[in-house]
């Protein structure tokens, strides 16, 4: 394969993930399955890897998501879909039936009939003329004739409106539309949008699938209890389903900006609380912890030290390993609040710093918070603050919010060590919408997810 494509981005890409698919396939119990969601750019080479993987024999299915209704391309057709490669780990793989509405021509065509209610219906034949195995013989509204049913069951159907009679008399039993499963499932899957600016699930995050796109995978190849696990967790949708469901789950992710998404999510749709209903494993919990991931990525510190105080990140990108400086002038986070309901929007810009913080950092950060016309300034150091950057601070005075009428530290210091033992924490209006909060779930009459144990 490196000898078709050459050394290039997509190769690197498929290295990366072959090494990942192996171990997939090896935690993956014999009667799960795995579905790889990609574009289709790559989705024929990783059809071949997951084909030397997996077994060409436990190849499933293409599915093709229509994730939206046109797109302009230049000088090609529009891009639309994306690619879903289901595969199984044997044959003994669990498989739900699931079915999809019938298009408007089928329903046109097939249910044409109106009951007096207003309901579709199709006719359905009761005769057993050819039918294996015979029927039942007897007279019926002056027909005689072998019939599907016996007459107890005839007339049972006559009495819950459920019997259409033609012109000739001859009775044919009413396939109510509203009753009907629909139609089996198939591999083009157009009835899933992806999300836009308006959909009230939408996160920010910029890879997010919709709820519905994950539940039904999940509804297909699992069942409630059993254990769904999602190597690229992203900001948690399969997370979501997965506790919607009633499923138990594992997310994994290399940022720790996707590891506070998950934890907000978590918190503002189930109510579920880290450390309580679930665990989170290799997230800093103490000093030297914090220290750690300093010294070994400074980003993924900045992005975790962020996530104490639920600040939004500034520069970067979500699924990147690595920020970026430069125009947000020092500012690595920001909180945005409103004073009062309907009010207008404040902001918190927050510095995260490691190391070497003097009262010339205190002073920098009073500067940008003036240029930026910001209501609050906030420090986060894992070194302690001296005595100067206190004062510095302390002479910086207070912001007074018009709603709440209280006065708040204009510049602040807040320690990772006291962030982390509960000492302190911001001190900024209550009303934080910097990132945006995922609506609460309905439980539809599930039973509520299991946590890990």
Not at 346 to 366: C, E, F, W
Request: proline share 4%; with cysteine; glycine share 10%.
């Amino acid at each position: 394969m490196r000898q078709f494509i050459g050394p290039n981005q997509m190769m690197a890409y498929l290295v990366m993930m072959a090494a990942r698919l192996v171990e997939l396939q090896r935690v993956l119990k014999p009667t799960g399955s795995i579905y790889l969601h990609c574009d289709p750019t790559a989705s024929h080479y990783l059809k071949v890897v997951m084909d030397c993987i997996f077994g060409a024999e436990n190849f499933k299915s293409e599915i093709v998501w229509r994730r939206q209704s046109a797109h302009s391309d230049s000088r090609r057709y529009g891009s639309v879909h994306d690619i879903l490669l289901f595969f199984s780990k044997s044959e003994d793989y669990i498989w739900i039936d699931q079915y999809q509405a019938y298009d408007d021509d089928y329903v046109e065509q097939y249910y044409r009939y109106r009951d007096e209610s207003g309901r579709r219906f199709m006719s359905g034949d009761l005769g057993a003329a050819g039918l294996q195995g015979g029927g039942y013989n007897y007279e019926w509204k002056g027909i005689v004739r072998t019939w599907r049913v016996p007459i107890t069951t005839m007339q049972r159907l006559e009495s819950e409106n459920r019997i259409f009679y033609t012109r000739n008399g001859i009775p044919r039993i009413k396939r109510f539309l509203d009753e009907a499963k629909g139609m089996p499932m198939q591999d083009i899957w157009p009835d899933l949008e992806s999300l836009r600016s308006w959909h009230a699930e939408r996160l920010g995050y910029p890879t997010q699938k919709p709820v519905a796109l994950l539940e039904r995978i999940l509804n297909a190849s699992s069942n409630p209890g059993d254990v769904v696990l999602d190597p690229f967790a992203g900001c948690g949708t399969t997370i979501d389903a997965a506790q919607k469901l009633g499923r138990r789950w594992i997310g994994i992710d290399i940022t720790h900006l996707s590891i506070a998404l998950l934890k907000y999510r978590l918190e503002n749709t189930h109510g579920l609380s880290a450390g309580k209903e679930y665990a989170i494993v290799g997230e800093p919990v103490d000093y030297t912890g914090a220290l750690q991931l300093a010294q070994d990525d400074r980003y993924q510190f900045q992005w975790w030290a962020l996530s104490l105080i639920r600040a939004k990140p500034q520069g970067g990108s979500a699924g990147s390993k690595q920020g970026k400086k430069g125009a947000d002038g020092g500012v690595d986070g920001v909180l945005v609040f409103e004073d009062e309901a309907g009010g207008k929007a404040n902001r918190a810009l927050v510095q995260v710093k490691s190391g070497h913080v003097n009262a010339a950092t205190i002073r920098d950060l009073i500067g940008t918070v003036n240029n930026e016309k910001a209501a609050i300034g906030i420090l986060i150091t894992l070194e302690e603050p001296s005595q100067p950057m206190k004062t510095a601070a302390a002479a910086a005075g207070f912001y007074h919010s018009p709603g709440w009428n209280v006065d708040y530290p204009r510049i602040q210091i807040l320690t990772v060590n006291d962030l982390l033992t509960g000492r302190a924490q911001a001190r900024h209006p209550s009303m934080n919408i910097s990132f945006k909060q995922a609506a609460r779930a309905q439980k539809d009459g599930l039973q509520p997810g299991l946590g890990l144990e």
